[in-house]
């Protein structure tokens, strides 16, 4: 399937890349854990499950967490002729359309390709911008979906949610039961190989995370014609989530990567070295280039 979205050869040689160098580490993590815990057959089939799982499920998984439900055009028509007037201009399949009840102001796109596909929208996000500005959000989601950003990023997220569950089993095991020296330095090892490839991980994807935002941004201005409405939305929401106590955003932040805007306030330097996405700076400066680029934004009035 092709969409009118141009293809990113810089986003797409920067996931392969990424990807590779996952693939690479999953393969010694797992014939490391094969060693150690010597047993091929629970290595390979609890891996293998939890990745069917969430490849096949992150559309469902991620809805149920964040409260949010699919919505049909009578219960939507706003988001769904929105939705409808940007797929057709970028030809390509209309994805499911969803709404959270949830006041924090934020929008994500989710599923395993762009023909089961889901973009969520918050009633608070709804609620504070514009309908250009909606629009803005809306294309910079359906570019995740088009360029397939979220099954790249959910399948190299994986190997660090194994990792972080055998640093549980570990820590558990060692805190609750009475093993041998052996036994225990097994699972030393373990822990101290999780944590490694748990930390490679991490630092990986989110660097792929913040370039494919970029690209996000871009592809959707492009589409929409109108970067100031998408910088409008990116000033108004980041300002808005700042703003948001610290206690309402714990739920939030697991899913980061996949929001328009990270569910966290201002960042320092060193916050943003290891974000999801990149500084408000960047985006706006991206985009304000892009709007000097297209000239004076289309004009709607009739």
């Known amino acids: 399937m092709r969409s009118r979205f141009q293809p990113d050869r810089r986003l797409t040689a920067r996931m392969l890349v990424t990807l590779f160098l996952l693939g690479l580490l999953y393969v010694a993590f797992v014939a490391a854990l094969i060693v150690l815990l010597k047993s091929v057959v629970l290595v390979v089939v609890v891996a293998a499950l939890l990745l069917g799982a969430q490849y096949w499920f992150s559309d469902r ?16 028509p706003r988001l769904h002729g929105i939705v409808d ?9 209309k994805p499911e359309v969803a709404v959270s009840r949830l006041d924090l102001p934020n929008a994500f796109a989710t ?19 514009e309908a250009e500005e909606l629009e803005g959000v809306l294309a910079h989601e359906l570019s995740h979906v088009a360029h397939r950003d979220v099954a790249v990023i959910t399948v190299a997220s994986f190997l660090g949610v194994i990792a972080g569950l055998v640093i549980r089993f570990a ?59 998408l910088a409008s939305a990116l000033t108004k929401l980041t300002g808005d989530i700042a703003r948001i106590p610290t206690r309402d955003l714990r739920t939030a932040k697991a899913f980061n990567a996949f929001y328009f805007t990270p569910a966290v306030g201002t960042m320092d330097t060193f916050g943003r070295m290891f974000s999801t996405h990149p500084s408000l700076e960047q985006r706006l400066d991206q985009l304000s280039k892009i709007s000097a680029q297209l000239g004076p934004a289309p004009d709607t009035r009739s």
Do not use: K
């Open 85 to 93: 007037r940007l797929c057709a201009t970028a030809d390509m399949p």
């Open 171 to 229: 820590f558990y095991s060692q805190l609750f039961s009475r093993r041998d020296q052996n036994t225990v330095l097994v699972l030393a090892v373990v822990t101290g190989v999780s944590v490694a490839v748990y930390a490679i991980s991490f630092v990986l994807i989110r660097a792929l995370s913040r370039y494919r935002e970029l690209a996000a941004d871009r592809a959707g201005a492009l589409l929409t014609g109108r970067p100031s409405a």
């Open 111 to 129: 599923g395993r390709n762009p023909n089961h596909a889901v973009i969520c929208v918050t009633d608070g996000l709804q609620r504070r911008l």
């Open 61 to 76: 998984i991620a809805l149920y967490a964040m409260h949010g439900r699919i919505v049909s055009r009578e219960e939507a």
